[in-house]
């Protein structure tokens, strides 16, 4: 049977097929809009992927801001005076395995001026540490040497240490401070010429010898 026009619009009539489905003819046009379709859609769900992606360059970055952020932490770790830089290796005195004791000093100074001094020890051990110190105030010496390795200045020369016993207690982490200056003087009170000296620090136990620190370089003026 002939289909014909029918309906206001005058379409065609199709036959009809099984299922009562009417089949879509695909036509040129139809298949570029599918394809386009589909192009959107693999790119949609290509942006998740990329957002987690990192950016050229960025591990790199990252890893110079952790490296900065290090050092940053490095250099707060073990505030001093003004001047007072974090020591180098020569400076270092490890006592058995739960102490370090470091002295710190400027490395150049002007002639004249009082050069900052500190001592410090730290328990790196992951245990608390008993230490039995000397006097009513913590006794501590400095040793200031020449070029020649002469003792030109001494923190304690003449001083008498009261025979007290004190008992300290250095937690895990923890960091005993002690600071003091050198005028830039002799013991007979003459002033020091320019040149480079040593500094070296010494803290009296209960122990026939003291804690030592390792030697720290002065410069004075030049």
């Known amino acids: 049977m002939r289909s014909g026009r029918s309906g206001a619009f005058g379409r065609r009539a ?12 695909r036509t040129r046009a139809g298949r570029r ?17 990329a957002a987690c992606e990192p950016e050229p360059g960025a591990e790199q970055v990252g890893a110079r ?11 707060d770790a073990g505030p001093g005076p003004a001047g007072v830089p974090v020591p180098e290796d020569g400076s270092m005195a490890l006592i058995g395995d739960s102490l ?3 002295v710190h000093a ?22 608390s540490v008993t230490l039995h ?7 501590f ?9 002469a003792v030109v200045w001494r923190r304690l020369e003449g001083a008498v240490i009261p025979q007290i016993l004190q008992v300290r ?31 070296e620090g010494a803290l009296p136990t209960d122990a026939p010898e003291p804690f030592r620190t390792g030697a720290a370089t002065v410069r004075v003026g030049g």
């Open 14 to 25: 199709t036959r009809p097929v099984a299922g009562g489905v009417r089949p879509r003819r």
């Open 33 to 49: 809009s599918g394809m386009a379709r589909a192009a959107r859609l693999a790119a949609l769900l290509s942006l998740p992927f």
């Open 65 to 75: 801001a952790d490296s900065l952020a290090a050092a940053v932490h490095r250099a």
């Open 100 to 102: 370090r004791f470091t």
């Open 106 to 127: 400027p490395e150049r100074v002007a002639p004249g001026e009082p050069v900052p001094i500190e001592l410090r020890l730290e328990n790196t051990a992951p245990d």
């Open 133 to 139: 110190l000397l006097g009513r105030e913590i006794a």
């Open 141 to 149: 010496d400095i040793l200031v040497r020449d070029a020649a390795g």
């Open 169 to 199: 207690f250095l937690a895990p982490g923890e960091t005993l401070t002690l600071r003091d200056a050198w005028p830039q003087r002799t013991n007979q009170d003459a002033p020091v010429p320019p040149g480079t000296y040593t500094v």
